[in-house]
């Protein structure tokens, strides 16, 4: 019998690796290059026990903290007292708590505004979380754009990260009313615009408004970055309503430094967190607390940095079957430490649970719906409704279309008079915030309650920054004949304390060439919240000729950091980012586009 062919020999395989390092962690991580690891180690500890510390404690897993305190940051008046619990509950779970500075930016204290300093203090978390030891990293912040900022930061370095709200201020009282940043600071100052009360009562009542440290009380951007934190599962449960003064506020502080411990030892990297369902629910807390419209800029940001999308469609969509169910200033009547009493997140989320995606992770390791079934079953309260009796029908927010905003524009319509949501009037043009600050109250300004004041140049680059200019004042001469509210269009934001029948966010914005430049005073222009259209009423031809005879020059900057960010920055719907700083598209499960 013939032999068959031989078999092949086996190929040679490649000698055992043995044991293999274990992957670095601590004070062996992103060591200084000298050229010489062990050196390096051997340097940086020798500095290190200069402060006192054992080769015990350098032993430990390193968690950072990110410390936002300033003296320019009220809203973080709280930090000091925040990170002393932090590192308590650090050290009680094992770990080496590591406290470092980054960027502190205030709404009231940052010039030109708050928004354009975002970016930067992102690119500064994210680089000292990746220039220095650390295993996970506790963000502390609470002001509009600390919150923002240090998830965007946190998501592009990709550790185990936690978010600690810095927390709310208390309520004020006023003449025998409840007062509050800065829902009433407007509502106030509206008053003495009007002629309704005088210098002296400003001044009394601005000794009331900010009756604490913390943020602001009502729903705000810095209450609904809190309550989309939780959302998304960046804080611990609960982390989202604690006044900042409070015990609740210093346990959660400690229980988040335990917590990003274990982060660190089971390796729960941001990224599995921030996931396409995580930022879904976001999106249905922003929509039921009647949120900011800043809320939808940051998420989108933040969605950027971890190659996802939040795209105005979606936003819209949802917002038709998510109703808001917050009774909080300006959308309700509460304001947030009632919202605490009442249970905080917990209550709002056991309202939404049919709509929520509840297999979302979270810090803790467990998932949302895990959480909530945790939390218990709830007790009588009146701050957040139930579905069946919504404070509004449907999402705080809705997304106009039109040829006015080919991109997308934003309305708060839980905060807009309905009179007004349906409205065609004439366009009363202020092509710049000098142009507006010089004109807005003159006595013979050309304007009436059913005219639509426009302003210009107040998108990401015109400002520069995006400022919250968007809330155009009344002009004076109305306020004084008695009028509260008039259809006002800006390529800007409003605060998320603000109120009004306002479209924001104009897509693309007037300083790129965006149709919102080319509007003129006398044109027509039609608003329907009911259709989500936003239209100036001329024809295509004639704004097409309007933009060939009357292009727009965008911004430009010699150095410096106005220089980087207007060279690089995002429209709105892309989250105001740089353009360098959003990662590619990440795949969805099924390897389909998001």
């Known amino acids: 019998m013939s032999k068959g062919p031989e078999a092949p020999e086996p190929p040679l395989l490649p000698p055992s690796p043995g044991p293999q390092p274990a992957p670095e962690q601590g004070l062996h991580k992103g060591l200084t290059s000298y050229g010489d690891r062990g050196f390096s180690l051997f340097l940086r500890k020798a ?26 940051n009220p809203c973080h008046g709280n930090a000091p007292q925040l990170i002393e619990a932090v590192k308590r509950g650090v050290m009680l779970a094992g770990g080496l708590p590591m406290r470092f500075p980054t960027l ?61 709200i810095t927390g709310s201020m208390l309520t004020g009282h006023h003449r025998g009313e409840r007062v509050g940043a800065c829902t009433d600071c407007r509502r106030y100052w509206g008053r003495f615009r009007a002629g309704e009360i005088d210098a002296q009562e400003t001044a009394d009542v601005n000794n009331q408004l900010v009756a604490s440290v913390g943020t602001c009380s009502v729903m705000g951007t810095a209450s609904t970055m809190a309550c989309i934190a939780e959302a998304l599962g960046m804080t611990m449960p609960g982390g989202a309503s604690p006044p900042a003064v409070t015990a609740d506020r210093i346990r959660i502080a400690e229980q988040t430094g335990a917590q990003a411990v274990q982060m660190a030892r089971d390796g729960l990297v941001i990224g599995r967190i921030l996931t396409p369902a995580a930022f879904e629910n976001a999106l249905r807390v922003l929509l039921a607390i009647g949120g900011s419209t800043n809320g939808i800029v940051h998420l989108a940001a933040i969605a950027g940095r971890v190659g996802h999308a939040v795209d105005l469609h979606t936003l819209d969509r949802l917002g038709r079957e998510t109703p808001v169910l917050l009774d ?28 929520l995606q509840l297999d979302a992770l979270t810090v803790t390791g467990r998932t949302l ?31 106009l279309r039109g040829n006015l905003a080919p991109g997308g524009a934003i309305i708060k319509q839980s905060a807009a008079d309905a009179r007004l949501m349906e409205h065609e009037g004439r366009a009363v043009v202020f092509e710049n915030l000098e142009d507006m600050a010089l004109r807005i109250d003159r006595d013979d300004l050309d304007v009436t309650a059913d005219d639509v004041l426009v302003l210009k140049q107040i998108g990401p680059k015109g400002a520069p920054g995006m400022p919250e200019a968007g809330y155009i004042p009344i002009p004076m001469k109305l306020a004084r004949a008695g009028v509260k509210d008039i259809v006002r269009i800006s390529d800007g934001r409003m605060s998320g304390t603000a109120f009004g029948t306002i479209v924001l966010h104009v897509t693309p914005e007037s300083a790129v060439g965006g149709p919102l430049a080319q509007v003129r005073n006398g044109d027509r222009i039609r ?55 959003r990662a590619a598209p990440a795949a969805s499960p099924k390897g389909d586009p998001d």
């Open 328 to 355: 909080l200033k300006p959308s309700g009547q509460h304001y947030m430490e009632d919202f605490h009493k009442a249970g905080g997140m917990a209550t709002l989320l056991r309202e939404l649970k049919p709509l």
């Open 104 to 164: 502190s930016i205030h709404e009231s204290f940052a010039a030109p505004t708050s928004m354009f300093l975002r970016n930067l203090m992102s690119m500064d978390t994210e680089e000292m979380i990746r220039a220095q030891p650390m295993d996970a990293v506790v963000l502390i912040g609470g002001c509009d754009k600390t919150v923002p900022a240090q998830l965007m930061g946190a998501a592009s370095a990709g550790l185990p990260a936690i978010q600690l």
């Open 47 to 72: 500095f290190i026990k200069g402060a006192g510390y054992t080769d015990a404690a350098l032993d430990r897993p390193v968690i950072g903290i990110a410390d936002t305190g300033s003296d320019y």
């Open 527 to 581: 608003l329907s919240v009911a259709r989500r259209e936003i239209n100036l009423l001329v024809s295509d031809a004639e704004l097409a000729l309007r933009m060939q005879n009357h292009p727009v020059a965008e911004p430009t900057a010699e150095r410096g950091y106005r220089k980087l960010y207007l060279q690089t920055v995002l429209q709105a719907d892309q989250g105001v980012d740089f353009d360098f700083l």
């Open 369 to 399: 719906g895990e959480e909530l079934e945790r939390a218990g079953p709830g007790y009588p309260q009146d701050v957040v409704r139930s579905r069946d009796r919504p404070i509004y029908p449907q999402g705080g927010m809705a997304v």
